[in-house]
Structure formats: structure tokens, C-alpha cells
């Protein structure tokens, strides 16, 4: 559980200073004019990065603890996560979609993340209480499937590494 964890934290330092990066421009963007229309939902954005930190210990610790037997999955999680990239509305908007596949993308629950960061910071977008709600549970059923699995494995782990 060490290494999921380590790599979160160092990925957490490195989010911090692009973040800052985005502040800066962010700020830059206020001071010459450009519309961008931050609410109260930018108090979200903590939650936001916790919440997003914890998708990615939890699915850290799943992928770690079966690579560590099956190698080869390594490749495969590369690219479902290359995958996983495009079906997360990150460089194009939920709202430009048809309410059918926006429900679709409602079940990605990084899609949410992205959209309620969106929406506090630049007013655009689409926010929801319930989709946010949707993507802490699966937060912490995937650590606590994660944890398990863990315990699991990790008894066998110095037999197959």
C-alpha cells in the first residue's frame, strides 16, 4: 500500500504546482478582461482534489495489487487509462452532448470532478449535488474494495515479486 500511496502524494505535489501555474494564468485572464465568471462552487475545489486523490489511491492499490502477480496486466491498464482519458469531458463540454450520453457520462465518476471544477472556476459547465454524491460513494467503495483486495494479496506478494 506503500507504493499507491507514494505515487498519490508525489502526483498531489506535482497537481499543487500546476495548479498554482493555473492560478497565475487564471488571475492574468481577470486582470485583462476575459469573462470568466467564478462562483461559490470554487469552494469545491478541495473536496474536488481529495476526492480525485482517493479515485486514484483506491484504483492505485487494485491495479498494483494484481500486477504484482499478472505482469502483463500493466499494459492493459495503460491503455484503459489512455481510455478512460477521452470518455472524461475534460477538453470538451458535458452540455454539448444529448441528455442520453450525458447520462452515460454521468457514470464515469471523474466526470463530475471535471465538471463541478468547471463550473466554480470558469461558470460554465454543468453541476450536480447528486453526480458529486454518485462519485464519493464510488470513492469510498473503491478504497474500501481496494483495501480488501490489498489484505488480500499481500500475503503472496513476496512469493510472485
Known amino acids: 500500500m506503500i507504493v499507491p500511496l507514494s505515487t498519490v502524494a508525489s502526483n498531489l505535489v506535482r497537481m499543487g504546482i500546476q495548479f498554482l501555474l493555473f492560478v497565475v494564468v ?3 485572464y481577470l486582470i485583462m478582461g476575459v ?3 467564478p462562483n461559490m462552487y470554487i469552494l469545491l475545489l478541495p473536496l474536488v482534489i481529495i476526492m480525485l486523490a482517493g479515485l486514484s489511491l483506491g484504483f492505485g492499490i487494485i491495479i ?3 500486477t504484482t502477480k499478472y505482469r502483463d496486466l500493466t499494459i492493459l491498464f495503460t491503455f484503459i487509462v489512455q ?3 477521452y470518455a472524461t469531458p ?3 463540454p458535458l452540455s454539448t452532448m444529448s441528455p442520453r450520453r450525458q447520462w452515460i457520462m454521468a457514470l464515469n465518476p471523474v466526470t463530475s470532478l471535471v465538471e463541478t471544477f468547471k463550473y466554480g472556476t470558469m461558470g ?3 453541476f450536480s449535488w ?3 454524491a454518485y462519485s464519493f460513494g464510488f470513492m ?3 478504497l474500501a474494495i481496494g483495501i480488501v483486495v490489498f489484505n488480500k494479496v499481500q500475503r503472496s506478494f513476496m512469493d510472485t515479486v
Open 35 to 37: 469573462h470568466v465568471a
Open 140 to 142: 469510498v467503495v473503491l
Open 130 to 132: 447528486a453526480q458529486l
Open 83 to 85: 481510455l478512460w482519458m
Open 124 to 126: 460554465v459547465g454543468t
Open 64 to 66: 498494483s495489487s494484481m
Open 90 to 92: 475534460i477538453i470538451y
Open 26 to 28: 487564471y488571475i492574468y
